[in-house]
């Protein structure tokens, strides 16, 4: 019999869904070419979802419910609501563009975004490997299928063919390595394979074995280098509201899965994939970065760029655990100033692409560096939202990316190590390398002569959202303490359950 504390623990979840279902149908009715019924519902049932985890986070609780399957506590409930919100942004930003590629002939944007984000809740909110592996399906699902939307576009179709294929095979890789500690352990249940990896009595060899295929599986997830090669071709070739429903809220599910995977389940293994962390960090931080130099398409190197950001939150990752003690503090520190990264760059990500979008138009896609020519002279606030993120993503103070950078930095500095403090020089030296590329587009939109002369137009809600969302990164970069805060109690109060 399923208890009430089961159904609790899943009640924004089942809100989500019940509300995916009836939007579809709803959807069949509208007749208006931007599906305006179809979008103030998603946006109203979204703002309703992020509010539902915004209390549940606010409450501290942790219950489990569904025979220990599924976990509602502060981490995974504010992650949870960061999430939602972070797709109600995109909506936003996204239809105009949508509209004008007939992108809204049917809700299929609409509804496979709202189950692509139900995907995540399942990822973020799972205690069991088979649960965690379900919300991980039915969230690429989604995704290939987003990716393939514009079916007559050659380029967006190939792209989620890439997609697929590399998808499946990093499927495969988890799926197998979760098969081979379910074989070593038993179990499972998250919290029974922590109990039996920590009881010292399960051959490391086959742990360490399944460890190595789930750690290549993640990677993929977060596009840490080498498992890469999705990234540039999927950011380039979709539809860029596609591309933000890509790069953005998912980030949050895949620091979630390696939190519940890694950390909650698999502690005692840390100083074996702790090692594997720190190669993909490196490759991830050396490849984005020297090959964004390259780019002349500005979402391939924010697709490059995002390979080198993820290379930090994994810095991050690492130092939680220093010469395989578990050091409360330290690890607190370390993993909090993991997720304030992910949603610092989510955020940043956000207001990057929301300019991009703004900037398009029917036939003009505006994804080249050369197209934000002179953006300053037709818009001085677009450009400047846009420069705030290019500095921001530099780590250039007193942008919110500054202190993401810094305190991850702590973090392995204080471990004391010299191998991580070697990390951390190698991190910034990276970061150096990278201002090179986020410099030069500011570059080019504030002193070159500007390609196009037509009038920016953009629809209330898109700039009222957009000002918002740059504000924040000043005022976040400023004021960072309260968002540090609130993720260090929530990864206080994960460990501590």
Same mark, same amino acid.
């Given at each position: 019999?399923?208890?009430?504390?089961?159904?609790?623990?899943?009640?924004?979840?089942?809100?989500?869904?019940?509300?995916?279902?009836?939007?579809?149908?709803?959807?069949?009715?509208?007749?208006?070419?931007?599906?305006?019924?179809?979008?103030?519902?998603?946006?109203?049932?979204?703002?309703?979802?992020?509010?539902?985890?915004?209390?549940?986070?606010?409450?501290?609780?942790?219950?489990?419910?569904?025979?220990?399957?599924?976990?509602?506590?502060?981490?995974?409930?504010?992650?949870?609501?960061?999430?939602?919100?972070?797709?109600?942004?995109?909506?936003?930003?996204?239809?105009?563009?949508?509209?004008?590629?007939?992108?809204?002939?049917?809700?299929?944007?609409?509804?496979?975004?709202?189950?692509?984000?139900?995907?995540?809740?399942?990822?973020?909110?799972?205690?069991?490997?088979?649960?965690?592996?379900?919300?991980?399906?039915?969230?690429?699902?989604?995704?290939?299928?987003?990716?393939?939307?514009?079916?007559?576009?050659?380029?967006?179709?190939?792209?989620?063919?890439?997609?697929?294929?590399?998808?499946?095979?990093?499927?495969?890789?988890?799926?197998?390595?979760?098969?081979?500690?379910?074989?070593?352990?038993?179990?499972?249940?998250? /919290?029974?394979?922590?109990?039996?990896?920590?009881?010292?009595?399960?051959?490391?060899?086959?742990?360490?074995?399944?460890?190595?295929?789930?750690?290549?599986?993640?990677?993929?997830?977060?596009?840490?280098?080498?498992?890469?090669?999705?990234?540039?071709?999927?950011?380039?070739?979709?539809?860029?509201?596609?591309?933000?429903?890509?790069? /953005?809220?998912?980030?949050?599910?895949?620091?979630?899965?390696?939190?519940?995977?890694?950390?909650?389940?698999?502690?005692?293994?840390?100083?074996?994939?702790?090692?594997?962390?720190?190669?993909?960090?490196?490759?991830?931080?050396?490849? /984005?970065?020297?090959?964004?130099?390259?780019?002349?398409?500005?979402?391939?190197?924010?697709?490059?760029?995002?390979?080198?950001?993820?290379?930090?939150?994994?810095? /991050?990752?690492?130092?939680?655990?220093?010469?395989?003690?578990?050091?409360?503090?330290?690890?607190?520190?370390?993993?909090?100033?993991?997720?304030?990264?992910?949603?610092?760059?989510?955020?940043?990500?956000?207001?990057?692409?929301?300019?991009?979008?703004?900037?398009?138009?029917?036939?003009?896609?505006?994804?080249?560096?050369?197209?934000?020519?002179?953006?300053?002279?037709?818009?001085?606030?677009?450009?400047?939202?846009?420069?705030?993120?290019?500095?921001?993503?530099?780590?250039?103070?007193?942008?919110?990316?500054?202190?993401?950078?810094?305190?991850?930095?702590?973090?392995?500095?204080?471990?004391?190590?010299?191998?991580?403090?070697?990390?951390?020089?190698?991190?910034?030296?990276?970061?150096?390398?990278?201002?090179?590329?986020?410099?030069?587009?500011?570059?080019?939109?504030?002193?070159?002569?500007?390609?196009?002369?037509?009038?920016?137009?953009?629809?209330?809600?898109?700039?009222?959202?957009?000002?918002?969302?740059?504000?924040?990164?000043?005022?976040?970069?400023?004021?960072?303490?309260?968002?540090?805060?609130?993720?260090?109690?929530?990864?206080?109060?994960?460990?501590?359950?």
């Amino acid at each position: 019999m399923i208890d009430n504390i089961s159904w609790l623990a899943i009640y924004p979840e089942i809100v989500l869904l019940g509300m995916a279902c009836v939007i579809a149908l709803v959807d069949l009715a509208v007749t208006s070419a931007r599906r305006t019924s179809t979008y103030v519902l998603t946006l109203m049932t979204l703002a309703v979802v992020a509010v539902l985890q915004g209390i549940y986070a606010s409450s501290g609780n942790t219950f489990y419910g569904f025979g220990n399957m599924i976990v509602s506590d502060a981490m995974g409930n504010w992650l949870k609501c960061f999430a939602a919100v972070a797709l109600m942004v995109t909506l936003v930003y996204g239809r105009p563009y949508a509209a004008d590629r007939d992108m809204l002939r049917g809700g299929e944007l609409f509804t496979l975004s709202m189950f692509s984000l139900l995907g995540m809740f399942i990822m973020i909110g799972g205690n069991n490997f088979l649960v965690i592996y379900l919300g991980l399906e039915l969230l690429t699902l989604s995704s290939y299928a987003l990716v393939a939307l514009r079916r007559e576009d050659a380029v967006a179709t190939e792209a989620a063919m890439k997609y697929f294929v590399l998808g499946a095979m990093a499927s495969g890789f988890l799926l197998y390595g979760l098969s081979m500690v379910y074989g070593a352990t038993g179990s499972l249940d998250i /919290g029974e394979v922590f109990k039996a990896v920590n009881s010292g009595q399960i051959r490391h060899q086959v742990l360490v074995f399944g460890l190595v295929f789930i750690v290549a599986g993640l990677a993929f997830k977060l596009g840490a280098v080498p498992f890469h090669m999705w990234i540039p071709d999927v950011y380039e070739g979709a539809p860029t509201v596609v591309t933000l429903l890509v790069a /953005g809220a998912p980030k949050l599910a895949a620091f979630a899965m390696i939190m519940r995977l890694l950390v909650d389940g698999l502690l005692p293994l840390a100083i074996d994939w702790q090692q594997m962390l720190a190669v993909l960090a490196i490759g991830s931080l050396l490849v /984005g970065n020297l090959a964004a130099i390259a780019q002349t398409n500005l979402k391939r190197m924010l697709a490059y760029s995002t390979i080198s950001q993820m290379g930090f939150v994994l810095l /991050g990752l690492l130092s939680g655990v220093v010469s395989g003690n578990v050091d409360a503090a330290t690890v607190q520190a370390a993993y909090s100033a993991s997720m304030f990264y992910v949603v610092t760059y989510v955020l940043t990500t956000l207001a990057a692409f929301g300019v991009i979008l703004l900037l398009a138009r029917s036939g003009f896609e505006s994804d080249k560096i050369a197209d934000m020519a002179g953006l300053n002279q037709r818009s001085p606030l677009y450009a400047g939202i846009l420069a705030v993120c290019l500095f921001s993503m530099a780590g250039i103070p007193p942008l919110v990316g500054f202190y993401a950078k810094l305190a991850v930095l702590q973090a392995l500095v204080a471990s004391g190590e010299t191998a991580y403090i070697a990390l951390a020089v190698f991190a910034v030296i990276m970061s150096l390398i990278g201002a090179f590329y986020y410099l030069r587009v500011v570059k080019v939109m504030y002193f070159d002569a500007p390609v196009q002369t037509a009038a920016i137009q953009a629809p209330l809600d898109v700039r009222v959202v957009l000002t918002l969302n740059g504000a924040l990164l000043f005022v976040l970069g400023l004021l960072p303490g309260g968002l540090m805060a609130l993720c260090s109690e929530a990864i206080l109060r994960s460990l501590a359950s």
